[in-house]
């Protein structure tokens, strides 16, 4: 046999000195018949030092409270082996150390019984043992203590893991939920786009968000934006999707705040505005009244103070008209035939006191200007005339040119309006007929200007568009309708 | 009516008015007492003329198109150390907390709310009212 071909002597040397553990051949007195090298290494002890001596001689004495003493006399006593034990000690020098431990009973010659002490230092197999539970602690513990819902499904879309927050959200547990699918909680019917993403998991992309409504227990539903991602194992298979989702219930509170705030100082300073526009003409009446009031001498000075009082007046109830016809806007009942190019030189004539120097006004009448009727009513046309020159005016502060135009295509007057000031910015040509939208930042005419325009144009039938190009200028380009054909008994 | 015969009117006001009617009835009641009235209708053009000419006193609108009224105050008061300057806004009251601090740091020496009494400008003007005439 190949057993008698070996030299026992040798292949025991061997195989003391090849196995990675600390190994004691110890008899029945516990006295020390052999070592390996391991056992040397680790014990920082010298062969001849420990041959011969007692088990309690050559470990420290912290060791011997251990019941490894007794183990080894029951294992030599009983001849049945002890598997894997577990102690702790420290050599000298050496920090403390985790070892694994079994005893082999073993015959000596002449009838003597002895055992045989292996001895595995796991310390370092402990630690990292320790070191991934610690990991799977944390990582758990932050999947439960992120703000975000945590969810994570199979391939088919059943929820595996639900967190903390995703509890929090919506009442449910992770037990209630647990193999439910995740496309049952979301509401409908955007329930079918996730049922979608699950038939099409190889498209899920990871850096998009969704944002899907979820049914709580409590019947409410709550916006949440989520994010998908697909978990794969080595080879790429797709293992599950995690599917990440941030609660937009504070955050949709607090848009709502901002643009509750936002509205209201809008609106304070649209009042401002309006205090300012009212306020002006009351003080040109009052101040020409008290003129009146024994101050005034010649009889020209009188009308002019007469016509002062009558014409703020009226000012100020076209600025109390215009309001009202913002706040009730509503069809034009009682309309007339308003002639175009008067009501143009009227508008001007009001707005022009606003014109900055160097601003030079150019006309582009058709030669029938003259005979140009609109089907309206007049002070509100104006109004919306007056604005738009304004506005005109105010995007040309150290002047430029507004040009007023006038045609007629077909049942429609058309009147443009030009300046050659900084012109719109593409992002606000959508908002600038917003009641409150306005970029100036001091209160005066806040953007109810465009608004009103608007509105009074609307009520005529008519519509206003805007073309603005940077640098150039800006354009608004009213539609208003032709005044109807009226017979001889109507003109009367 | 004694303002008509006091003796202590400034020969030259200026008034600061975007509103042209506003400027015309500043004009006659002032032209009235015997200044010499110049009315202007931005900041631009307050500044040009308060570099050219020394107005003892002036009427300045708190909102002008081309810069806010205090603003234009700063900028006048740099240019005329000693002139008056009395506010009139239909913007603010007398008791708003910028119109309050502007009168306590003297940035101006008076302040009316539109609608005013005529008086108050009389009375701004001869100095009768020590320039803190309140309506």
Redesign the interface.
Known sequence: MFLATLDYESFFHAVMATIPSSILILDERLAVLSVNNNFLEKSRGVLSLTLGRRLHEIFPAAFQDTALDHQIRDVIATGRTLHRQRMTYRAPGVSLRTYSYSICPLQLQRGRRGAILVMDDVTDLLQLGEEVRRMQLHLASVVESAGDLIVSTDPQGAIMTWNTAAEKSTGYTHVEVRNSKLADHIEEPQNQDVEACYRGIAEIDDRRSVEWPMRCRNGESIPVSWRLSRMTDDTGKVTGVVVVGRNLVEQRAMEAQIHQGEKLAALGMVIGGIAHEIRNPLGVSSAAAQLMKGRIATPILLGECIDKVIGGIDRASLVVESLLRFARPGPISETTKVNVLDMLKNALMFASGEAAAGTAIEWKLPFIADSLYAEGVQNLLELVIINFVLNAFQAMPSGGRLTIAVRREGAEIIIEISDTGPGIPEAHVSKIFDPFFTTRSDSRRSGLGLSVSHSIVRQHGGSVTVRSSPHEGTTFIVHIPVARDRDMHAEE | ?TAFVTPTVPEKVLVVD?????C???E??LT?LGCAVTTV??A??AIASVALHAFPIAFVDA?L??M?GLRLIEELHSLRPAMRIIM????YFEDDIRILEAVQASAIDGFL??????DAIVAAVTGTSNGKHRP
């Open positions: 009516m975007d509103d042209q009617d506003m015309w009835i500043l006659v009641a009235g209708c931005s631009q053009e909102r198109p081309d806010d009139i806004s239909g913007y709310a539109k609608p005013f009494q005529i």
